[in-house]
């Protein structure tokens, strides 16, 4: 698959590795919950878990390349600052804010809703 960045550069990515597995544990019990539920209506379809987006440092929680959504659980992590989450640090907690906007971008770019 060929990604478009926000540099204008074009990255490929294999993508028949790392297909989701509903059985898998998660990075979260709540995204957990969330791949249990997406597992009854999207078993059938070419789902990922922790997708990395290749010339980025980012990943997405789920990404379905056969109805081209993504979906990102927003933990609390996402919206206000957490000393355990960001390690102590609040330029952390700004920096996860740019990180979720450039994901955005990127998916928007490419054509994910």
């Not at 898998?24 to 597992?39: C, D, G, N, T």
């Not at 206000?80 to 609040?90: L, Q, T």
């Not at 979720?100 to 770019?109: G, V």
């Amino acid at each position: 698959m060929q990604w478009k960045l926000l540099n204008g550069k074009v990255k490929s990515k294999n993508n028949n590795n790392n297909r989701i597995d509903f059985d898998a544990p998660s990075l979260s019990k709540e995204q957990f919950q969330i791949k249990q539920f997406l597992k009854l209506y999207c078993k059938n379809h070419i789902l990922y878990e922790e997708y990395s987006i290749p010339g980025t440092i980012l990943s997405v929680d789920f990404l379905n390349l056969t109805s081209r959504w993504a979906l990102e659980h927003q933990g609390v992590g996402h919206f206000a600052y957490n000393k355990f989450y960001h390690r102590g640090s609040r330029q952390n907690y700004w920096k996860s804010i740019e990180n979720d906007m450039k994901k955005r971008k990127i998916l928007e770019l490419n054509n994910f809703k």
